[in-house]
């Protein structure tokens, strides 16, 4: 299909998806058809109390054409849920609606209909439960990936996490030099084949200014000789740089890319600059994965006070590129 569409789950039912989402087709507009899987039923009851008006459109796994698709309406499949009211407590009622969300975008991408595919958030305590560190590697093990990375994209500056949502007293032995090896192969191969250029990537260090009180330093016997073996193979790699300074104006403009070694040590400075104005992207997969850097947000259910930014950033990318 030319223009193939952009497909999106909505996620968690009780989360701020579905007002950014019409926020978001509602102030901006996009060449590509979008097509939503959701209950007709929710969406309705959250429009009512939005008060966002959009003709819905149903349509069905096996009638996806440009011919049967357009943005003048929100082209929906419909998957029941039996909500009554617009904002309920997320719990784990929601996780069959969810997973069969999932189940019907997995098997529209692997007939070929799309290469892109947008979900919204949901909660990882509930959905995931311990099966999964995160959406990353849920996604990820339905297609049968075992190399996959999380990149939070800006145009300006990303960031990866060696290592997701472990606890911390996790990360250091999770550490080793095939893993970063891993990582800097799939940024490279994005920006490569999507963004048209080689990034520049800065590693960081483990432990506070790169040195450690313990006898084993990983950042002497793991990183740096890890970061000698990347370069030896034509990666424009540096580190490792010290957490603390790395995302001063005058050291992270050297870099495209930082990759840390865990979660928060790149995920909290980048939402810190660019709040809203950045995108997780999935590395690895078959097709372009992207969500919207948020969560649900459940504070904020039905205040119609979200910032859109990151989904219109996320449909932006995908139907440009």
Known sequence: MKNKPILIVAGEPNSIFL????????????????????????IKLQMTKLKFKKKIKLVTPSNLSLETLDNKSINLINVNYSQTSAFEKISNKSNFYIKKCFDIAFRIIKLGVTDRFINGPISKKNFLSKKFLGITEFISNKFSINKSAMLIYNKRLSVCPLTTHLPLKLVSKKINKK????????????????????????????????????????????????????????????????????????????FNVILGMYHDQVLTPIKTLFEYDAINITLGLPFIRISPDHGPNESMLGKNNSNPLSLIKAINFLDKN
């Open 19 to 42: 007002e950014i989402f019409f926020k978001a087709i509602k102030f901006t507009k996009f060449k590509r058809p979008i097509i939503l899987i959701c209950s007709k039923k929710l």
């Open 179 to 254: 893993l970063i090896h891993e990582k800097i192969l799939l940024i490279n191969d994005f920006y490569n084949k999507n963004l048209g250029y080689k990034p520049k990537i800065a590693i960081l260090g483990l432990n506070p200014h790169c040195e450690s009180i313990d006898k084993i330093n990983e950042d002497e016997t793991i990183l740096k000789p890890s970061i000698k073996y990347v370069k030896k193979l034509g990666f424009d790699v540096y580190g490792p740089y010290s957490a603390d300074t790395i995302f001063l104006k005058n050291n992270r403009k050297k």
